[in-house]
């Protein structure tokens, strides 16, 4: 079965912090960019971060940089994205996707869609 998998979302008071994983299954991650969205209730979809398919490149949302970081380990068919100084506005369902290609893209093509994790900061 061919599939990215999220986990580590959970509740969290706002200055927390939590650490997304998305795991591959069935599949290297190795030639594959990789891309964090979220989603919250009424709301577009909104591209997070992204990590080029070696870690060599980064990018972030700029509501989200300077606070999160993604990175990998392909060893591991792995990536991560750790979610500091968190916000109540961070709140959504988070997302893993990967696209074939070495670089991160403003046009990505999608083969693989992880189900979601839910991320909830609140006091």
């Known amino acids: 079965q061919l599939q990215l998998v999220e986990s580590g979302g959970g509740l969290v008071q706002p200055g927390g912090s939590l650490r997304l994983s998305c795991a591959a299954s069935?599949?290297?991650?190795?030639?594959?960019?990789i891309y964090w969205f979220r989603q919250a209730p009424g709301k577009e979809r909104e591209g997070v971060s992204c990590?080029?398919?070696?870690?060599?490149?980064?990018n972030y949302a700029d509501s989200v940089k300077g606070r999160f970081t993604i990175s990998r380990d392909n060893a591991k068919n792995m990536v991560y994205l750790q979610m500091n100084s968190l916000k109540p506005e961070d709140t959504a369902v988070y997302y893993c996707a990967a696209d074939r290609d070495y670089y991160c893209s403003a046009y990505p093509a999608f083969d693989y869609w992880g189900q979601g994790t839910q991320v909830t900061v609140s006091s």
């Open positions: 990590i080029s398919s070696s870690g060599g490149s980064t």
């Open positions: 069935g599949f290297t991650l190795d030639y594959y960019a």
